[in-house]
């Protein structure tokens, strides 16, 4: 996959570089990033070297996950990281990925996960053709979940002993957002032209 840039109103989505190796260490140090997501624990400088600057092109260059650094269209802060992962069954018959996420602290509460997260989704649906999204975190992680529910994601259930974190096995949370879930919107400027959306295949929920 050839890296894209997204833009919302406040925001731009691009995939990381080196050069933000200093805002992804400093806004790392903060206790809850390293709590609920998989970023190593203490975080230490050439963590966020190696996140930056190998890590993520890798991603891009052999469609193992799309990492994007979400800045603020105004001063270019960091916001965040937003990434689409687990993409071995992007491009088979199931038509799945996971959206993940962090936030840094000081960006909090001014709805820029949720105003990035549905740029992601829309290029995702519209121009990789996902057929089915799903958003996992480990039990308890409420500040996540409050996330997933904004975008529409449904809450599916509590998968038992699913996630092992430093060597303890935990509950983890999983929901899911199909296509049709999102509300008819224009996708975000800076997709793929061209590209359409691809027939979807036939669902068939069970009734019960």
């Not at 975080?43 to 890590?55: D, I, K, V």
């Not at 904004?150 to 002993?161: A, I, N, P, Q, V």
């Amino acid at each position: 996959m050839k890296p894209v840039t997204l833009t919302t109103e406040r925001l731009v989505l691009r995939p990381f570089d080196a050069s933000d190796a200093p805002a992804v260490y400093a806004a790392c140090q903060e206790p809850d990033i390293p709590r609920w997501t998989t970023v190593p624990s203490p975080y230490r400088r050439e963590h966020a070297e190696q996140f930056t600057g190998t890590l993520v092109p890798e991603g891009w260059r052999h469609d193992t996950a799309y990492h994007f650094a979400v800045v603020t269209r105004a001063e270019g802060a960091l916001v965040g990281a937003m990434g689409l992962v687990r993409l071995d069954r992007l491009r088979t018959p199931e038509r799945q990925a996971e959206l993940g996420y962090w936030t840094a602290k000081e960006q909090r509460g001014r709805g820029y996960t949720v105003e990035a997260a549905r740029a992601v989704l829309r290029w995702a649906f519209g121009d990789l053709g996902v057929e089915r999204m799903e958003w996992h975190a480990e039990a308890g992680n409420e500040g996540s979940r409050a996330v997933a529910a904004k975008l529409g994601f449904r809450m599916e259930g509590t998968l038992r002993s699913k996630l092992l974190r430093e060597g303890t096995r935990r509950d983890l949370w999983i929901g899911s957002l199909l296509p049709s879930d999102l509300p008819g919107e224009h996708g975000p400027s800076g997709t793929a032209a061209g590209t359409g959306v691809p027939d979807t295949t036939p669902y068939l929920p069970y009734p019960g």
